[in-house]
């Protein structure tokens, strides 16, 4: 009895050493492989923050310290963080417990580098209970199947010893290819609430938070990319997009291929923006962009951008001057027929296209450019939706240079505000001098301290059909000048400006000068436009329409340059005039060249009988008043009564203007 006594206690000090052996085997497996685990653990949590880490410690802006936060706040087992810099200078702590028990934490303390400097390092803390729950449901489970003896416990510790493993090395192997090939697609199976299972779903949420913060990054580069490269209002390629293309294009090489840089401007939409405003031009751009990317998917190798305000690029490759003329021409038929329905009008613009044919390779992109935009500038000469096609070496583009320095001086000017409004006044010789005169007004231009005359450009911008940006902004600024002291209206009878005939045959040029007046609340009925005798006779029809549009609202018109073409007496009864406006070549001769005075007195004749004031310029001494006042003109206008001065010197005399 005795004997089985210790035979049993035997076997129960043999169950008890194995099974303990046992237990001590598999805890100490257990510790080896949690501890390589959260070797891995901090070496990957490391790798995934250094590069915020290191941006941190280099910039230390509270967005990469957000952005820190947010990443580790999800990882369960990971109770505190510390970053320091190069110096040992605590720069960020994160803390995910509350409370912490500085004995059931593990450090981990592992460097951050950047092309091979060390510019800090993180401490990484993870808490023991976890681990320690684990290894006591372990030695309970060891103590419950005691009892099935040495053989089952064996086996069954074996098996828990390859399930904790395999799965600790499933998680190892996800946290080795994350950090290592930057697959933030990997999931773990989340079918166990255990220790391990919550590793696994901290896991699944860490890498699903980065997967979807690169997702956001990439989105974000992508936004960025279409905005470098496209316009903003128009969604068109833009300047940057169409340079890069085109340096690309010329540096090629190849069988010397010929290409075309086509620049092209569309006709009159200023004058549609400064008349309805910068959201109706907008609008028209908007709409125009959609039918130029329909146009150029119909056309293999054809690029178009839009390079600011209403001027666009068009490159074609691989074509010749015969092949180019064709989708041109289409091109300049789609503007001409476009409409945009603005409150009922029908607002249309044109297009003036300069192109330039060149062979690759070609080393000068700057000068594809200025060879395209003057070739643009040639094509507005001939007159609206032109078309001018040139080789990049034609020496004709040579003299056009000059002609558009003019003209790009003009823009400019007009773009500063550079061209001045100069009054001089028309005296009425039938009344006291104190009574009410009349002014017109006269442009210059200022370039630097100097003032240059009309002259000097106004071919220039006749030839470059340019005159309605002038007219137009002469409009413009002569109302705001008069809208800042309205009151200076009730001390002249009108302000006279002058039109060209080319705005007189404008689409809606009236409407637009009846817009611009009604916005300002000034009376019409104080404004005189005046219009040259040939520009009256050789647009019969449009003047007519023009000046009655006009005079219906009150204001009033003067033929300006009268009896340069005599042969235009048969057309006066068919234009509703105000006024005469006597040719200078006329006046300033009248006093010692009888002809003369009996051709002015004629005119003076005509005019009573029409009904119609007369103005004669170049009133330059007393004598020519004299005769002027012995016919019966009824004003004088010339350097005799006064030069042309700042508008406003005149509307203020009181003060001193430089």
């Not at 009574?435 to 100097?450: F, G, I």
């Not at 340019?466 to 008069?482: A, C, R, T």
């Not at 800042?484 to 002249?492: D, R, T």
Request: charged share 20%; glycine share 4%; net charge negative.
């Amino acid at each position: 009895m005795i004997l089985r006594v210790k035979l049993n206690l035997l076997l129960i000090a043999i169950l008890v050493l194995t099974n303990g052996s046992l237990a001590y085997f598999l805890s100490e497996k257990q510790k080896d492989i949690i501890s390589n685990n959260i070797d891995i653990q901090a070496e990957a949590i490391s790798t995934l923050i250094a590069k915020d880490a290191i941006q941190l410690i280099l910039l230390n802006t509270s967005d990469y310290a957000t952005d820190l936060s947010s990443k580790l706040s999800s990882l369960k087992t990971l109770s505190k963080t510390n970053i320091y810099n190069a110096s040992g200078k605590n720069i960020l702590t994160i803390q995910n417990q509350s409370y912490l028990n500085e004995h059931n934490l593990i450090k981990k303390e592992l460097p951050l580098s950047f092309l091979g400097s060390t510019l800090g390092h993180v401490e990484l803390f993870f808490t023991k209970d976890s681990y320690n729950e684990a290894a006591d449901r372990l030695t309970l489970f060891l103590m419950q199947i005691f009892a099935a003896g040495l053989a089952l416990t064996l086996l069954f510790a074996l098996y828990i010893d390859h399930f904790f493993s395999k799965r600790i090395s499933q998680l190892n192997n996800a946290l080795k290819n994350t950090s290592n090939k930057q697959d933030y697609s990997i999931r773990l199976p989340e079918k166990h609430v255990d220790e391990i299972g919550k590793a696994y779903q901290s896991f699944n949420q860490l890498v699903e938070n980065t997967e979807q913060l690169l997702a956001k990054q990439a989105t974000q580069e992508q936004l960025l990319l279409f905005q470098a490269n496209h316009d903003t209002l128009t969604g068109l390629h833009n300047r940057l997009y169409i340079t890069t293309s085109l340096k690309k294009l010329i540096a090629e090489d190849g069988d010397k291929e010929t290409h075309a840089l086509c620049y092209f401007d569309l006709d009159k939409f200023k004058i549609i923006n400064d008349s309805f405003g910068h959201p109706v031009g907008d609008q028209l751009l908007i709409k125009l962009a959609v039918q130029f990317e329909q146009f150029i998917n119909t056309l293999p190798q054809t690029q178009v951008a839009r390079i600011g305000g209403d001027e666009f690029i068009l490159i074609v490759q691989n074509t010749s001057e015969e092949a180019l003329l064709t989708p041109l021409k289409q091109l300049q038929s789609l503007i001409k027929n476009f409409r945009l329905d603005h409150q009922g009008q029908q607002l249309s613009v044109g297009v003036s296209i300069g192109a330039i044919l060149f062979k690759t390779p070609y080393d000068n992109i700057h000068s594809l450019f200025a060879a395209a935009d003057t070739a643009c500038y040639h094509a507005k000469h001939k007159g609206g939706n032109s078309l001018s096609i040139f080789w990049q070496d034609n020496p004709e583009l040579q003299n056009e240079k000059a002609l558009v320095n003019w003209v790009q001086r003009i823009r400019n000017a007009i773009a500063n505000h550079q061209l001045l409004v100069y009054l001089q006044p028309i005296i009425n010789s039938r009344v006291a001098q104190d009574n009410k005169p009349s002014y017109e007004s006269l442009v210059r231009l200022q370039e630097e301290n100097n003032i240059i005359s009309p002259f000097a450009f106004i071919p220039t911008l006749e030839r470059f059909k340019m005159m309605p940006e002038v007219d137009f902004y002469m409009v413009q600024e002569v109302i705001s000048h008069l809208s800042k002291e309205p009151e200076f209206l009730n001390k002249v009878n009108h302000i006279s400006i002058n039109l060209s005939g080319t705005t007189l045959t404008i689409p809606n040029a009236a409407d637009s000068i009846i817009q611009i007046i009604e916005r300002s609340k000034l009376p019409f009925h104080k404004f005189c436009f005046e219009i040259t005798e040939t520009s009256a006779v050789s647009n019969l029809t449009e003047a007519k329409l023009f000046i009655e549009q006009l005079s219906k609202k009150g204001c009033l018109f003067s033929l300006d340059d009268f009896g340069t073409g005599m042969a235009s007496f048969e057309y006066l009864h068919a234009l509703p005039l105000n006024t005469l406006k006597i040719d200078g070549c006329f006046i300033k001769d009248i006093a010692k060249d009888p002809i003369k005075f009996e051709m002015v007195k004629s005119m003076q004749n005509i005019a009573n009988l029409m009904n119609l004031e007369t103005v004669a310029e170049y009133v330059e001494n007393q004598a020519i008043i004299d005769k002027l006042n012995e016919i019966g003109i009824h004003h004088h206008q010339g350097y005799h009564y006064s030069e042309p001065r700042p508008i406003q010197e005149i509307m203020n005399p009181e003060q001193k203007h430089d």
